[in-house]
């Protein structure tokens, strides 16, 4: 289980992503939760090593994987003796422990800005994530899955995200970014789900149509830390 991509990265990732580094993320970049943590580790340009969990073969519900991911999911996060399992939770640890490296914003500086950047993290989560999750699944995972698609769930689904994106639209026509004029962990949390849908499924117009959720999409899915990640996630499909 234990074996680091990097063995099969170009020499220059293998520099980027030393074996030797107290950093360990969990699970394949596939995964929404464990690319969101591999942005945020690479914007805040913090050295880790990936440690792939084959979930086909029942790797996330091991005895050694539970221990320090309870709930047998990914991403499962290590920094020397610290443990963590939720993505978003991650991102905050890191932003918070590693504040002065990389993009020193991307949690805000100031508590104004932190408040701002966790409303708009709240939104993701509880707006966004919902509906979009079940448009990544139904749309881009169930057919390589040879799983059948519920057509009834995807319409409901789309209803559900385009209400969510009505509202980005205008709050997009307004600041440049989600929690002002800035790139912050906000709009990278949207990275993941937001790729799957714009390229992997047919449903991408319900972000690019629109002109200020296209602009910032556009704008969001181009930072090299994302293009990096995507860069993984082809290494390892």
């Not at 610290?82 to 905050?92: A, D, K, M, P, W």
């Not at 209803?159 to 906000?186: H, I, M, N, P, T």
């Not at 990278?188 to 047919?202: E, F, G, I």
Request: glycine fraction near 6%; aromatic fraction near 10%.
């Amino acid at each position: 289980m234990v074996e680091s991509v990097t063995r099969r990265s170009t020499d220059r990732q293998d520099q980027k992503f030393p074996m030797a580094t107290p950093v360990k993320v969990y699970g394949p970049p596939m995964s929404t939760a464990v690319s969101r943590v591999l942005a945020c580790l690479l914007e805040k340009d913090v050295q880790f090593q990936l440690i792939p969990v084959n979930m086909f073969k029942g790797e996330h519900k091991s005895p050694d994987f539970l221990k320090i991911q309870p709930f047998g999911q990914v991403p499962a996060f290590q920094d020397e003796s610290t443990s963590l399992f939720e993505s978003r939770s991650i991102c905050r640890y890191l932003c918070e422990k590693y504040a002065e490296k990389g993009n020193t914003g991307l949690y805000g500086t100031n508590p104004l800005a932190k408040a701002s950047i966790d409303q708009w993290l709240e939104a993701e989560g509880q707006s966004f994530n919902p509906p979009s999750s079940v448009l990544v699944f139904q749309l881009a995972f169930a057919p390589r899955m040879k799983i059948k698609q519920d057509q009834a769930v995807i319409n409901e689904n789309e209803q559900k995200l385009a209400k969510v994106l009505e509202v980005y639209e205008k709050r997009l026509g307004e600041s440049r970014f989600l929690a002002g004029d800035e790139f912050s962990l906000a709009d990278l949390s949207h990275l993941p789900n937001t790729h799957y849908l714009v390229n992997a499924s047919d449903r991408g117009e319900l972000f690019t149509f629109k002109k200020n959720v296209g602009r910032w999409w556009g704008e969001i899915s181009s930072r090299d830390s994302w293009k990096k990640v995507v860069e993984m996630q082809k290494q390892t499909t």
